[in-house]
């Protein structure tokens, strides 16, 4: 809300050139461009990864949007937006921008007002919204494997660096935390790819693999 209405005080009115779109992707009937790649690019917290090929990059980025116009296709009538559910992502956008300055002038590179950004952002905030509740933080891990990584995996791990390791009680936080991350990103790739399975996607561009 804070975003959007300082965003009123900088409206500018300017005459984009016209651009000249290719479809990248097909979800169902649905349809993904180019240009909604390079504007996924300039606008989600997306990093190229070290000694990713830039062709690689792009076809990562067009795989995330497919995923989230399936979930939009999916859950879209069963979960309701509210300006809420957008500050999240709107902050990142300004926090990744540097100002809002920046942001004004990177819409403006792309002739998109604040509301076509809204409407392009929907449905990653669609995404992480049914991420969120279908997959909360709560998850335990058994203290078990906690200890099973530490003796497994931490120690000869350190003690191949030369470093001392720590205490079990020091680490097994830590642990919790990586642990239940690698769960849920398993559990969310079987899911995910037991909804894509469901729709028909059609890649239009030449991928690199």
């Known amino acids: 809300m804070v ?22 992707a097909t979800v169902n009937n649905e349809i993904i461009t180019v240009h909604d790649i390079e504007r996924a690019i300039a606008f989600f917290p997306l990093q190229r990864r070290e000694d990713e090929p830039e062709e690689n990059f792009f076809f990562r980025v067009l795989n995330e949007l497919i995923t989230h116009k399936v979930i939009s296709l999916e859950y879209g009538d069963e979960f309701n937006l509210g300006e809420e559910d957008f500050e999240a992502v709107q902050t990142q956008l300004l926090q990744r921008s540097g100002s809002l300055e920046q942001l004004l002038a990177t819409l403006g590179q792309f002739a998109m007002s604040w509301g076509d950004l809204e409407g392009f952002i929907r449905e990653k905030v669609l995404y992480e919204k049914v991420l969120r509740e279908k997959f909360p933080l709560e998850l335990a891990i058994p203290f078990e494997e906690i200890e099973e990584f530490f003796q497994r995996d931490y120690l000869p791990s350190q003690l191949q660096l030369g470093l001392e390791p720590r205490s079990l009680a020091e680490m ?38």
Do not use: C, H, N
């Open 3 to 24: 975003i959007k209405a300082l965003f009123s005080l900088f409206i500018l009115l300017q005459a984009g050139p016209v651009l000249v779109d290719k479809i990248a």
């Open 172 to 209: 097994a936080p830590q642990i919790e935390k990586y642990l239940r991350t690698l769960r849920m990103e398993k559990q969310q790739s079987a899911w995910l790819g037991e909804i894509r399975s469901a729709y028909k996607v059609e890649i239009k561009l030449r991928s690199p693999q």
